[in-house]
C-alpha cells in the first residue's frame, strides 16, 4: 500500500482547505455577478482531486471536467490564475476565454477540462498512447462524472485502452447525481466500477472522503499503468455539497442526504486524523482555515484588477498560426 509523509498528508490538508475556501468564494462572486455565465462547484468532493492528483509523477497528465476547478488548483494552479479565468479576465490561465469549465494548464500537464461529459476520456486515452508508442513512463489520469459512464465515449475509451493496454487511470466521482437526475434513475447499478468487467480491466469502488484511501488506490493503478499493465477504473464515492451549477438549490436531493455525508466531510476525516496523530493541533486547523480565507479573498481581490481581454484577441484562439 501506497503511505504518504506526515509532511505530504499535512499538505493535502492544506489544498483541501484551500480548495474549499476558493470554491466558496467563487459561489459568493458568481452570486454578485461577478463571475458569470456558469459555475459548477466541487466542495464535498476535494479528496478525490487532491489524493488523486498527489500521486501522480510531474510528468503525468490528467483531463478533468467542467467540475474541475479542485483538479487544476491540486495541480499547482495559481488561485489568482483560476479566479481571473473565471472572471473573464486576461490574466486568467486560458487569457480568460475559458471560463470556470476549462481550467487548464499544459504546463501542469494539465491537458483538458471539458464541458461535453464524457470528452476527457478519448483525450486522455489519446496522450497515453502517444506515451506508449514513444516509450515514455508517463501515466494519463481521467477524471469524469457517475452521469459520464452512461456515454458512449466511456465504453469506447475503455475498450480501447484496455485492447491496447495503455498507460491510463479513470476516475468516476460519482456524486450520485448527474445534473438533477439521480444516479438510480439513469444506471442499473450502484456500484459503477463494475463497469469494468467487459473490458477486462480492475474496477474498483474507492472510499472518495478518506484522502489516504484515495492516494493509495490512484497510486497503485499508476504503478499498473506505468509498469505496463494497462488501465483501470476507480470509482470514488463522493458527494457534492452544492447544487448542480448556478444557483441550483438541489430541491431534489432526498431530505438528511446532504447532512449524512457531511458528517463524512473529506476535510474533518483528514483533520481528525491529523490531529489524533499529533500531527495538527485543533488551533492550527483553524489558523489554516483562515489563512485561506485570506487568501482566496486576496487572490480574487487582485484577479479583479485585470483587465479583460480585447475583442480583436479572439481570434488568436480560434485559428491554428
Ligand atoms: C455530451 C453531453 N451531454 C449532455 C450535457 C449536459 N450536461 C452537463 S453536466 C451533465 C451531468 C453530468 O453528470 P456527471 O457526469 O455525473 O457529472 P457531475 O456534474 O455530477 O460532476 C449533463 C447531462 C453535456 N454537457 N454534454
Ligand atoms: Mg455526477
Redesign the pocket.
Known amino acids: 500500500m501506497n503511505e504518504a509523509s506526515s509532511e505530504r498528508r499535512v499538505g493535502w490538508y492544506r489544498q483541501m482547505v484551500a480548495i474549499r475556501a476558493f470554491e466558496e468564494k467563487v459561489q459568493e462572486l458568481f452570486m454578485t455577478s461577478q463571475i458569470e455565465g456558469t459555475t459548477?462547484l466541487c466542495q464535498g468532493q476535494e479528496a478525490v482531486s487532491v489524493g488523486s492528483i498527489a500521486a501522480m509523477e510531474p510528468d503525468d497528465v490528467l483531463t478533468s471536467?467542467?467540475?474541475g476547478h479542485g483538479q487544476a488548483l491540486a495541480r499547482g494552479m495559481e488561485q489568482g490564475v483560476a479566479f481571473a479565468e473565471l472572471m473573464g479576465r486576461s490574466a486568467g490561465g486560458s487569457g480568460g476565454v475559458g471560463g470556470s469549465m476549462h481550467l487548464v494548464d499544459f504546463s501542469m500537464g494539465n491537458i483538458g477540462a471539458n464541458?461535453?461529459?464524457?470528452?476527457g476520456l478519448p483525450i486522455a486515452v489519446g496522450a497515453a498512447m502517444a506515451f506508449k508508442i514513444k516509450e515514455e513512463p508517463r501515466v494519463a489520469l481521467t477524471f469524469?462524472?457517475?452521469?459520464?459512464?452512461n456515454?458512449g465515449t466511456f465504453h469506447e475509451a475503455l475498450n480501447m485502452a484496455s485492447v491496447w493496454k495503455a498507460p491510463v487511470v479513470f476516475i468516476i466521482?460519482?456524486?450520485l447525481?448527474?445534473?438533477y437526475?439521480p444516479?438510480r434513475e439513469s444506471t442499473p447499478l450502484d456500484d459503477l466500477a463494475r463497469r469494468a468487467d467487459p473490458f477486462g480491466m480492475p474496477g474498483l469502488v474507492v472510499d472518495g472522503q478518506d484522502i489516504d484511501v484515495v492516494y493509495a488506490t490512484v497510486g497503485e493503478a499508476i504503478d499498473r499503468a506505468r509498469g505496463g499493465d494497462g488501465p483501470s477504473l476507480l470509482e470514488m464515492k463522493t458527494y457534492?455539497y452544492k447544487g448542480?451549477?448556478r444557483s441550483d438549490p438541489a430541491t431534489y436531493r432526498p431530505e438528511g442526504e446532504l447532512e449524512e455525508w457531511m458528517a463524512r466531510d473529506p476535510i474533518e476525516i483528514l483533520g481528525v486524523r491529523l490531529e489524533t496523530e499529533a500531527l495538527l493541533s485543533a488551533a492550527e486547523r483553524t489558523g489554516i482555515a483562515e489563512a485561506a480565507q485570506v487568501e482566496a479573498d486576496a487572490a480574487a481581490e487582485a484577479a479583479a484588477e485585470s483587465p479583460y481581454p480585447e475583442l480583436k484577441e479572439i481570434v488568436n484562439y480560434v485559428y491554428a498560426d
Do not use: K, P
Open positions: 459548477h471536467t467542467y467540475r464541458a461535453i461529459v464524457g470528452a469524469f462524472g457517475d452521469g459520464a459512464t456515454i466521482e460519482n456524486n447525481y448527474g445534473e437526475t444516479l457534492r448542480h451549477s
